[in-house]
């Protein structure tokens, strides 16, 4: 099945007319983007949108096969000329199925959101899944057969491929294909960067794909470290490298702090922010959760949980610390970088960068930024990939 797109952007496109933000203002030339519409096997034009002639043309195509127009969502704005010799545009209702006349099968998927999804299948066997801007599957039951391609909006609604996931219906050779592309993230490495973690991918308007021929489905790094000063955006970015998996289990290593209102209230907001569907641990024991297999972990943070580690060998004692103290902070930190090492796991982990700036004036403060610096770089060490967020911008460091 060919499936060729003939826009990859929001509803208005991108840049946005009239629209002053930075990512707008950017986003010309080869990183503007039309508003999405598919044209599968030249037959089927899903999303009526301005210029579909002229686009099909620059991808060397024709519209004049096509034999049936089918619209995913609402058209607000300015009505949209149809082309000459195109049919009707219509959409198909929820559950019900189409045969379009070339011997391709549509059925409608239900949608949470105003608009319809469209399941493609070919003569051949091949299975496409189309869903509109801002929408997400309804009551998908588990075990479905995985689509080969789906084309949604993966930046808009990632709890999308969440339920996509959780069904089955995107499997690990499933090709995601981000569209509906709006002004949310920079275009270029950082959007490439957002949906490879979703293990997903986005492609120039004009693109032609074949449905079920075998393409590298990009890889989700096993183990991230995420790094960054405070308020710098580091446990958000943690948050977005695991939102579109369907079973997180979020390892809080603060505990509880009673009688601490503001602790209380910075726990509740990370807790609003995450998906419903992950649960949480508040522990610091990590090296048994690393050891077995299970769902991916977020951990946040190693700098709390090495602020434990040092209170359970009595580490601000200087006297203790020169004893026996940093022996046994040092052989529990080995521990720990040697479970990241064997884990089987997703991992992404949190943690503060500090000594940038003044030095502490206490033996004891001086002696945590040191082994958490220590910490930060042996972690690191074992994983494919790890990120600075610095003033809420990702900078790759590895991977």
Known sequence: MELTLLGTGAPSGLPRPDCPCAVCAASRGALARAATALLVDGALLLDLTPGAAMAAARSGHSLAGVRQVLLTHPHNGPAVDLPAGLPAAGRV???????????????????????????????????????????????????????????????????????????????????????????????????????????????PDGTTLYVGEHHAVPDVPRRTLVTGGARSGKSLEAERRLETFPDVLYVATGGRRDGDPEWASRVALHRDRRPGAWRTVETCDLVPLLAHDGPPLLIDCLSLWLTDAMDRVDAWDDAKWAADGERELHARVAELVAAVRETSRTVVAVTNEVGSGVVPATPSGRRFRDELGRLNAAFAAECEHVLLVVAGQVLVLRG
């Open 93 to 203: 209702p929820d559950g019900r199925e189409l045969t379009l006349i070339s011997g391709h099968r549509v059925r409608a998927v239900p949608m949470d959101h105003p608009g319809t999804g469209y399941e493609v299948t070919s003569l051949e066997g091949e299975r496409l899944l189309y869903l509109p801007p801002g929408g997400a599957p309804a009551g998908l039951a588990e075990g479905l057969a995985a689509y080969d391609t789906v084309v949604a909006d993966v930046v808009g609604r990632p709890d999308a491929i969440v339920r996509l996931r959780a069904a089955g219906a995107i499997g690990s050779t499933t090709d995601v294909i981000a569209v509906h592309i709006d002004h949310d993230v920079p275009a270029g490495p950082e959007l490439a960067r957002r949906l490879a973690a979703a293990g997903a991918r986005a492609v």
